[in-house]
């Protein structure tokens, strides 16, 4: 199994340009989480999915922020307009059904000038 | 909502010195998950504990769960190089999310 994959690994953009990070889960999980991890804040749930539907959103920071998840094998997490604290590192994380180990992906590197 | 904490959050040991992390919650824990974060890697899960006053071993790494649920440790028995990392606990809630704590950074000198 490839494991979770993200992409891009890293994105340097300047202020007020829109970012989009992707995710694909490991085949055959149905549960999805976006992280975002700072050294002030920590690693921090913005957003979890089950069955390619939000069912906790409220760690996204704000209206900037939207995540989508069109199928089981797919999922995006979009910054619009970006800002400079928006700078950490994105991972994606996916489960089984019942199994709560979650597996993540190596993460982007967002840096936002 | 849930918080969890965790101390220290920087640990230099020599190397075959032992460690320990310990981790605590605001709330009673259905589950306590622990993972392991390499310099410049992601959190990669070690172990997760259920029970009231359970105690796991995974080589020389022991973790234990609190009689209340509340509380967890994470004991390395003479640490490596290769124990080199950031260990966090993490607290189950609401079905498969975690909180996560804070993390302890485990420097090593060989």
């Known amino acids: 199994d490839a494991g979770v994959i993200q992409s891009p690994r890293h994105e340097v953009t300047e202020m007020g340009q829109e970012v989009t990070l992707r995710c694909k889960p490991i085949s055959g999980h149905n549960s999805l989480f976006w992280y975002r991890q700072t050294m002030m804040r920590g690693l921090e749930l913005l957003i979890y999915?089950?069955?390619?539907?939000?069912?906790?959103d409220s760690g996204m920071p704000e209206d900037r922020f939207s995540a989508k998840m069109p199928n089981a094998s797919f999922s995006t997490l979009k910054i619009q307009p970006s800002e400079p604290r928006d700078s950490a590192v994105y991972f994606c994380?996916?489960?089984?059904?019942?199994?709560?180990?979650?597996?993540f992906g190596p993460g982007t590197r967002l840096t936002v000038l | 909502g849930q918080q969890v904490m965790q101390i220290p959050q920087y640990q230099h040991v020599q190397e075959g010195e032992d460690f320990t992390t310990y981790c605590n919650s605001s709330t009673t824990l259905s589950n306590i998950q622990w993972y392991k974060q390499r310099p410049g890697g992601h959190p990669v899960f070690l172990i997760q504990l259920v029970k009231s006053g359970e105690v796991k071993k995974q080589k020389r790494l022991t973790f234990q769960f609190g009689e209340a649920k509340k509380n967890s440790s994470l004991h390395i028995t003479a640490t490596q190089t290769t124990d080199v990392g950031t260990y966090f606990c993490a607290g189950v809630r609401g079905g498969n999310m975690l909180t996560f704590g804070g993390g302890t950074r485990l420097m090593v000198k060989p």
């Open positions: 994380a996916s489960s089984s059904q019942g199994v709560y180990e979650q597996f």
């Open positions: 999915f089950n069955n390619n539907v939000p069912i906790d």
